[in-house]
Every structure is written in C-alpha cells, then in structure tokens.
C-alpha cells in the first residue's frame, strides 16, 4: 500500500503514542490534513530507520523512477542528505577534493566526518559575478597527482548552472574517487528533457536532491540517491549514515508528500506542468528582451532560474526598487544580478508581475556594472574537524592578514564560504571582517 493511501485510510485505534495530538488540527484549520496524517511508528506504518513495509515500497518505486540503485527518503532537507552521504562514504584522515562553491553543508560534513580538504575552485563568469561549471580537465590533472576518497561538487548551481557530470563522473572512476553531486537545485532534471540529465543517469555516485526547491514539495523534503553500480560499499553504511542524521520522529507528511512529489512529476500532468513552466520562462524572456534585460544566457545554465540584469541599474538597486514599489521579492541580488527562482507553482501570472515591474523600473544610461573579484584559492592552516570550538582572541583588523580565522564569512544566501574557521586571513577578506577579528591562538 502507498504512504498516501495508508494514510488516507481512517484508523479506529486509540493511540498513547506521541505526537501528542491524536491527529487532530489545534491551531490553524490549515494543518488538517497534517494532523490527520502525523503518527510515528506505530504497527503497520514502517520506520524510515529499518524501512521494510511501505516505505520501503514507496523508496524502491522512487529509485525506479531516478533510475537510482536506492533511494533514502530524508525529512530535515538537502542538509542532512550531505551529511549522511558524506559520513557514509569518508572516513576520519581521508583526503577528500570538494569543489568551493559548495553548500557551507559539505564545511559540517567535514567536520562531522574528520576527513581533510583541498579544494577545487570552478570556473568563474567575472562579467556576471558567478562561479560556473566544473573544469573536466582541471579536475583530471588534480586527480591525477593526489589520492583522494571523494569529489563532492553542486550541479546545478544555486545559479542554475549544470556542470558535465558524465565526463566527471568517467573521470572520477578511471581515479577510484567516490562522486558526491549536490543536486539540491536539480530535482527537475529527473523530470524533464529540457533540461541537463540527472546526476544519476550520468553516473554520479551520489545525487543529492531537494524536493522543496524547485519541485513543489514541502521544506525539508529531499531524496538522497545512490548509483545503481557504486563501488566498494555496502548499502547498509548508507541507511546506518542517514539514521545518524534524521530524526527519529520521521514526519509522515513529510515522507507521503516526497512521493506524492515524485509521483506527480513523472506523470504525464507533471511533465506538461515543467513544459508549461518553461515555455511561460521563454515568453517572459522575449517580453523583456526588448525593454534591456539581459538575461543569462548559457547552454548549461537552467532558465528556471532567472538570472537577469537591467541595463543602466545595479541588481541591488534594481531588488530594492522592486521590493519596495512592486513588493516583489527576489531569492539573491548583488552589484550585478538578481536571481528569481521558479519552480512547479511559478504561474504564468506570477511572472507576468515580475515582467511588468521590471519593464517599469527606471535606469540611469550613465551606470555601468562592476566587476566582481572572486575569492582567492583558500589557505587551509587547520583542518575543518580541527577548526571547531578553538580557542581565540581577537586582533585589530589591520594586523590579522595570516592570521587563522576563527570566523565562517559566508554570504547567506547562497550559502557559500568566503572564509572558513581554520582559514588564513588574505588581505581580499579585509572587506568582510569587522574591526577586530576572531582568530584561533
Ligand atoms: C546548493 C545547496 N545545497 C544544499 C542546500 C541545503 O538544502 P536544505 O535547505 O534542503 O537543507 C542548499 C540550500 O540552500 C543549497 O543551496
């Protein structure tokens, strides 16, 4: 029986478990079916930590469907997903090469798994201000000189961009490196042929997916994938991993809305659902077009998520003017860009709002855009699992260049390191800091 069908059945049962409130809504009319559907484990509804019933179905049918070896249902998001694929695949002194701009999740994950890090920095687009697709040919010459257990890398980007997986991935094998691919933008690229193949179907090792990003389903959904033929470890590490991170109160409308989510998007509905997305994108792009919007523009880069600058405006001010006048929020802006995020729930009439107030937002033909400097390769003086809870002082600014950062500096969004505790102050972080500076003694 599906997740979605045992819980849609009544249950004549008087229950002293928790939760607390027998499936009854207390707050808000809203959470109805929430309520209706929040048991733990209790007979006959399976456990997300040893699935053997209909979960364990609802799993198998989804790793079908992403042509995945298996696939772990995960209710705390994309995080706990990385960090169970990492624990699962890296032991303590492990080597392992990870790709900058990846979620500050991957920075825990070194922390939790006690491995050491050398990282990979990805091409970057200094018109636009954004790290872009990972060198194949780079990676082949790293890979070629030191040993490591594991490449973990984001692809797609939180800016949309798609990386060659399959020739990383043949890469990667040819080195024995376990390929980890932060998929948690991506969760339609299982769903669709407009856009790039899943990290599966390219021979990732393991695909990270977030249901709540751009697929519609609740946050905190998230589907952690493993390769049909990975290598070299037994499938058990990886349940016994992701049982380290979820919680034991698993919520089952959370699990039934993964399914229901990835039911939905490999149906025939679901599939016109991202057509429909993507041709309503097309219209709102030749719309605007013709009023000095330049969008950006690469046959990597997946248009659902609206990369756009306005001629004559900077994307901080052109995101405050829409904020303030058109209450429209965006997802990230900077000296450069806003960046729009869609998904299966963007209308057509929710992008028609966005068309028109940018259309309308005034420009002043003087501007010209700045050019963003990216950050310099990072100078690892402690390892991350070394790097936590130190001792530090604080030193004045001006006298902290070398010093070892005691400090994360992370822009958030996207969530991306700029400098990490364990770190060598550069003088390119001066900008971030504040006056006196944490650093470890
Ligand atoms: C690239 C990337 N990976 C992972 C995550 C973490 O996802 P979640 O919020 O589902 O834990 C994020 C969140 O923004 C992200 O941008």
């Known amino acids: 029986m599906s997740i979605i069908k045992l819980l849609s059945k009544k249950l004549n049962r008087t229950i002293f478990t928790t939760p607390s409130h027998n499936q009854n ?28 019933g209909s979960i364990l179905m609802s799993q198998t049918r989804t790793a079908e469907i992403l042509n995945a070896g298996k696939s772990y249902y995960i209710t705390q998001g994309a995080t706990s997903a990385i960090l169970s694929a990492m624990k699962a695949l890296i032991c303590p002194n492990d080597n392992v090469l990870v790709a ?18 050398d990282w990979f920095m990805p091409e970057c687009d200094s018109e636009w201000g954004i790290y872009t697709q990972i060198d194949p040919k780079k990676l082949n010459s790293i890979l070629d000189i030191n040993n490591y257990k594991a490449f973990i890398m984001t692809s797609p980007t939180y ?13 990667c094998k040819s080195h024995k490196v376990y390929l980890i691919v932060d998929e948690a933008h991506g969760a339609l690229n299982y769903f669709s042929n407009l856009l790039p193949k899943s990290a599966m179907q390219q021979g990732a090792d393991v695909g990270i997916l977030s249901l709540h990003k751009t697929a519609g389903a609740l946050n905190q959904t998230a589907i952690l994938n ?21 919680t034991t109160s698993p919520s089952y409308p959370l699990l039934a809305n993964i399914e229901e989510c990835v039911q939905y998007l490999s149906s025939n509905k679901g599939k016109i659902e991202i057509d429909n997305l993507f041709t309503n994108i097309i219209e ?30 900077s994307g901080n001010d ?31 009439n929710k992008l028609k709002i966005l068309q028109n107030a940018l259309i309308n937002v005034p420009v002043d033909n003087k501007f010209e855009f700045e050019k963003v400097e990216f950050q310099p390769f990072p100078l690892v003086k402690i390892q991350p699992v070394n790097s936590f809870n130190c001792k530090y002082d604080f030193v004045k600014k001006e006298n902290s260049v070398l010093k070892i950062s005691n400090k994360l500096i992370m822009p ?25 500076v944490e650093v470890i003694v």
């Not at 109805?32 to 699935?51: M, T, V, W």
């Not at 709102?284 to 600058?309: C, M, P, Q, T, V």
């Open 284 to 313: 709102f792009r030749n719309e605007l077009n013709k009023h000095g919007i330049e969008f950006y523009d690469d046959k990597f880069h997946d248009a659902s998520k609206i990369l756009l600058r306005k001629k004559g405006i």
């Open 25 to 52: 809504t207390y707050f808000s009319k809203d959470y109805k079916s929430f309520y209706k559907q929040d048991y733990s484990e209790i007979e006959g509804y399976d456990n997300l930590a040893d699935p053997k």
């Open 159 to 171: 800016e949309g961009i798609n990386s060659d997986i399959e020739q990383i991935a043949k890469i």
């Open 412 to 436: 958030y969004p996207p969530g991306i390191g700029l400098l990490y505790p364990g770190e060598a102050i550069q003088e390119w972080h001066l900008k971030y800091l504040d006056d006196d």
């Open 226 to 246: 493993i390769s049909k033929d990975i290598q070299g470890i037994d499938d058990k590490v990886f349940q016994d991993a992701v049982n380290i991170f979820e």
């Open 100 to 117: 900058r701009n990846c979620h500050k999740s991957v920075f825990n994950g070194l922390i939790l798994t006690g491995a050491n890090v």
């Open 318 to 348: 052109l995101s405050d003017i829409l904020y303030d006048k058109y209450n429209i929020e965006d997802e990230m802006n900077n000296s450069i860009y806003a960046l729009y995020l869609t998904g299966i729930g963007t209308t057509k």
